[in-house]
């Protein structure tokens, strides 16, 4: 398990990719990018609102919460659902394969895969980015502010350091 230490959530808050107000002015972006791109979202706000902007995920991840608070919000679309738990401020070795399993069943079958999290999937950003397939893009929320879009093909050396400065337990 990769553990946030508290002296280093500041350099995890700062943005990964390009910040966008909301998911419709990034939609010129993501046609941009092609259909063969792969759609990850993360965060019930964001996989809420690239729904509503009639965009599917390939693979969503949620927590049933926002800003730590029971979500009110209802993630249903056709997909696969995954479970795993994650501990708020961490990465466990779960995540990481539900997280792999999930791109599988995307890359294997075609099929639109939820995970649901059991805990907090604020940092499940990081695997992704290192793991998620070439030409593949990711969306998160940035609190306050709107909606991160990263180029994994851009992002995965950044998301590899991060990685190393997470704490191991």
Request: proline residues 5%.
């Amino acid at each position: 398990m990769l553990i946030l230490k508290k002296e280093m959530r500041a350099e995890f808050k700062k943005p990964v990719g390009t910040l966008y107000s909301s998911i419709s002015e990034a939609k010129d972006t993501i046609k941009s990018l092609g259909s063969k791109s792969l759609i990850i979202s993360i965060g019930d706000v964001t996989t809420r609102n690239m729904l509503d902007e009639g965009i599917t995920p390939d693979v969503g991840i949620v927590d049933n919460m926002i800003e730590r608070q029971p979500s009110d919000y209802e993630i249903c679309y056709d997909n696969v659902t995954l479970k795993t738990k994650n501990p708020p401020g961490t990465i466990t070795d779960q995540m990481w394969k539900t997280i792999k399993e999930g791109f599988s069943l995307v890359e294997k079958a075609g099929y639109n895969v939820l995970i649901v999290v059991d805990g907090e999937e604020d940092l499940s950003a990081i695997p992704c980015m290192v793991m998620a397939p070439a030409g593949s893009i990711i969306f998160y929320g940035q609190p306050g502010k709107g909606v991160i879009l990263c180029e994994v093909d851009e992002i995965k050396e950044k998301a590899e350091d991060l990685i190393k400065k997470l704490e191991e337990a």
